[in-house]
C-alpha cells in the first residue's frame, strides 16, 4: 500500500476512535443522568419501623404462675405483632397451656386494622386452632378448631367491626405530648377470638408513673377495664366465672417510642380471692430500617 493510502487510513482511524471515545462518553454521562431519573422515579420503600418487645410476668397471689413475651413490628402503613405465653401453677384451675397468637394488618390515621389473625393453644384440657382472615373490621375466612359449642350462639353479626386480641391492645395516643390523655381510656374494644365475641370496656381512672427491669420508665395512663361476653362464652368456664366476680380491673397504658401508639404495661384484676397481675419487666421500643412497608412478621 502506498505511503498516502496508509496515512490516509490512520487518519480515518483516528477520526473513528475519537468518535467512539466522544459515543462512550455522551452514553456514560446520559446513563448517568437516566440512572439518577430513574431513581427519582421508582419510589423508595424503606421507611422507618419501631420494634416493640416486652416480657410480661403473670402472678397469682404475688406468686409467679407464667410469663408472655409481644413482639411488634409496626411502621407508618403497617403492623405485625406476635405474642406467646404460658400459664400453670396456681392458676392451672382459671387456664392452662401455651399460647401463640399472631396478627397482621394496616396502619390507618393513627389506628391498626388487623387482616389476618391466627391462634394456638397448646393444652391437653382444650387446644385451640383458629385462622381468621378480616377485611374492613368484618371477618371473611374463619378456621376454627374445635369448632365453637355449647356456648351462647355466634351468628354473622359478632364476626362484624371486630379487632383481634393482638390488635385491641394497642390503643392509639392523642396528638398532644405523650399521648397520655383521659380521651385514650375513653373506648370499647370489640374483641372477637374466632371462637369468643367479647367487649373491653375503657374508662379513665388516674396517670401513674412506672419503671420496667428494662426499658420503659415514665408516665403511663390507667383506665378501668369491663369485660363484657356476648357470644360463644361458657358462663361455667373457669376463667369467665372469675373475671365476673372480680371486683375491679384496671390496665395501664404506655407510650411506645417511635409511633402514636400506646401498649399495656401492666393489668391487674382485684378478687376476693388473690390478685392476678400482668405486669411487664421488660418494655422498650427501637427504631430499625424497613426494606419495604409490610413490616415483617417475628
Known sequence: MPPTHIQSFRNHFRCLEDELKTMLRLLTVRGAILYAGLALLIPDHASAQTRFEADYVVSFARITVGNIAVIADIDSAAYAISARGRVGGAIRVLANGEGHLTTRGAITSNRPAPTNFVF???????????????????????????????GVPINDAHRQGILDPLTAILIPADD???????????????VFDGRQRYDLRLAFKRLDKVT??????????VCSLSYRPIAGHRMSTPLLKYLSESREIEIAFAPVAGVRLLAPFRLLVANLLANLSVQANRFEATMQASSNSNPSGP
Open 176 to 190: 398532644i405530648g405523650d399521648g397520655l390523655t383521659k380521651a385514650a381510656c375513653e373506648r370499647t374494644l370489640p
Open 212 to 221: 420496667a427491669n428494662k426499658g420503659y420508665a415514665g408516665p403511663v395512663v
Open 120 to 150: 394456638k393453644i397448646d393444652s391437653a384440657d382444650d387446644p385451640v386452632d383458629i385462622k381468621m382472615v378480616i377485611e374492613d373490621g368484618n371477618v371473611t375466612e374463619l378456621a376454627a378448631l374445635p369448632p365453637s359449642g355449647d
